[in-house]
Every structure is written in structure tokens, then in C-alpha cells.
């Protein structure tokens, strides 16, 4: 059922993708705002895919709190990713830090592997049609980004873009036209806030749904960054409201109302109160909440 309701904004849960060539400072920035954030190392996570690399900033930590690093080896399949976030969840951890997302695009088991094994099982190769088994999974990465009950912090390799131009004489010249992210296009769309780091170790900000963090402008990423951050994802309204019926979503179980928002957005496409998740299992899932009661599938 679509209904209109008057627009505000909720409290939200930080969407960061950090880019950069290696060596700009992707991890050591992910860190430092993860820990403006929640002022507690403990809660901080780190999902690493480059060998380890977490481990040589654990001196920032001050005390016996230190952040937590698990590591993804080869492949890199978006199923290791999908649990590895669910393990930080369930651990109760606060800020996930996904360093690097690229593993999952470029890597041995990513998704572009993915794909080239797909076209070597046509019988008549076509690039374009394999992208049919790759961008479910894909879909369901990014999903569990966006869905998730914690801060997430993605970090992307980029790499030096080049273009073919015609100079003065129409000779054909090579010339740099910026960095590219290695990963799926179309990322950037999906995150709050998108910084790309130089080599000088500052940021610039290329996306942002933040005033706060204006397009263009340049920081040196710190923990006043996610201090910062935070200000603004907690300064919405407490309770989201159900997609379906309009009426303000409440705690269920042991997720507070962000908490069934995000789950239920994850599960069925959008956020939905207890009730109207009930219906939504009911109808998308021909599953009963009631196991004394058949329910008629009405979408046949």
C-alpha cells in the first residue's frame, strides 16, 4: 500500500566509503573517525582482507581497550564478506570497518571472477547477460551494508584514470583524469558520505547528504571527524516510521526501532512495524505466524 506522510528525517547509522591509492591513509582515517564515534576501541571492528594491515595501527589504542581485527583470505567470495558482518552484529560491535571492499570486486573469488566464470559456462559467450549471476550477489553485499545496525566504513582501492584526447594539432595525447574506484560502479550512490584521500593524507569530499560536510571541500580526517559525524546521524528524529501502515515503529524483541527499520528493510525492501512485517512474511514468504491457521497465497 503507498502512503504519503510529511517528511523528517530519522537518527541514521553512518554510510562512509573512504577511497584512495595505497598509502593515502584509508585505514589509519577509518580508524580514527570510527573512534570518534564510539569513544571505545572495543566496539570498533575491522573486517581485513589486506593481510593483516589492521594490526600494525593497534598503538593508537590507549589502555587495555584495543579494536578487533578478523581476516578474510582468498577467496574473496560476498558470502565471506555477509558473514563476517553478521558476526560483528552479533557481537555487538558499533563501527564496522570494511577494509578493503575492493577485495570483493577485483580479487581472487570477487565478483568479477565471479562473472568471468559465468561466461565460460555459456554455450555462446555474452558478457552482458552473465552479469545475471553476479548482480544478485553484488545486490545482496551492498544490502548488507546499507541495512546493517552498525556505523560501516568501507575502504576502496583507487587507481590513476586515463583518457585519449586531441591536443591543439589533433594529436592524440594520453592525459589523467582522476582516480577510479575499484569497485562496482555506482557505490557512491549508496553511501552517506564519500571522502577519496591523496597522497598527502588529506580528504577530499566528493559525496555527502551531510551540510555539515560540504562536496568539495578538504579535511584531514580525525577523531573530531567522527565526532562530528555523529552529531548530525544522531540528530534526527528517535522513531522511523512504518513503510506500509505509517504508524511509528517500536522495539521488538531485543532491537530497539532503528533496529527493526534496518532488519526489516534488509528482509522485505523496506521499513516495517512488527505487524506489518508479520503480514509481509505471510504474504512474500508463504510462511504462517500462526501454525494453526493457513494462509491462501494470494499473489496466484
Known amino acids: 500500500m503507498f502512503n ?11 554510510r562512509l566509503a573512504i577511497d584512495g591509492p595505497s598509502g593515502s591513509g584509508k585505514t589509519y582515517s577509518a580508524l580514527l573517525i570510527a573512534y570518534g564515534i564510539t569513544q571505545d576501541w572495543s566496539k570498533i571492528a575491522v573486517i581485513d582482507t589486506e593481510r ?4 600494525l595501527y593497534a598503538d593508537l589504542c590507549s589502555g587495555d581497550n584495543k579494536y578487533l581485527t578478523g581476516q578474510i583470505n582468498a577467496p574473496f567470495t560476498p558470502q565471506k564478506y555477509l558473514e563476517a ?28 571472477d565471479i562473472h568471468e566464470a559465468a561466461v565460460k559456462k555459456q554455450k555462446t559467450v555474452n558478457t552482458y547477460t552473465a552479469w545475471a549471476d553476479v548482480t544478485p550477489l553484488h545486490r545482496k553485499l551492498v544490502d548488507a551494508i546499507l541495512t546493517s545496525p552498525c556505523h560501516i566504513i568501507c575502504t576502496v582501492r583507487s587507481e590513476t584514470e586515463y583518457a585519449q584526447e586531441k591536443d591543439a594539432n589533433g594529436k592524440t595525447k594520453i592525459v589523467k ?46 577523531k573530531e571527524t567522527g565526532k ?19 504508524n511509528p515503529i517500536q522495539p521488538f524483541g531485543d532491537m530497539n526501532a532503528i533496529g527493526v527499520s534496518l532488519y526489516t528493510q534488509r528482509k522485505y525492501g523496506r521499513t516495517l512495524c512488527s505487524e506489518c512485517a508479520k503480514k509481509a512474511k505471510e ?16 499473489l496466484n
Open 4 to 14: 504519503l506522510s510529511e517528511a523528517k528525517r530519522s537518527k541514521a547509522k553512518l
Open 52 to 55: 593483516e594491515s589492521a594490526n
Open 85 to 112: 558482518i553478521k558476526v560483528c552484529e552479533e557481537n555487538g560491535i558499533e563501527v564496522i570497518i570494511i577494509d578493503s571492499l575492493t577485495h570483493a570486486w577485483t580479487a581472487e573469488g570477487g565478483l568479477l
Open 177 to 222: 583524469v582522476g582516480m577510479k574506484p575499484q569497485f562496482r560502479k555506482g557505490l557512491d550512490y549508496e553511501m552517506t558520505v564519500v571522502f577519496s584521500m591523496g597522497q598527502d593524507h588529506l580528504a577530499t569530499i566528493n559525496k555527502s547528504r551531510i551540510n555539515t560536510f560540504p562536496v568539495n571541500d578538504v579535511i584531514k580526517p580525525s
Open 228 to 246: 562530528k559525524l555523529l552529531e548530525w546521524l544522531n540528530s534526527g528524529d528517535d522513531i522511523p516510521t512504518c513503510a506500509d501502515c505509517g
Open 283 to 298: 504474504l512474500d514468504y508463504k510462511e504462517t505466524t500462526d501454525t494453526t491457521t493457513e494462509i491462501e497465497d494470494v
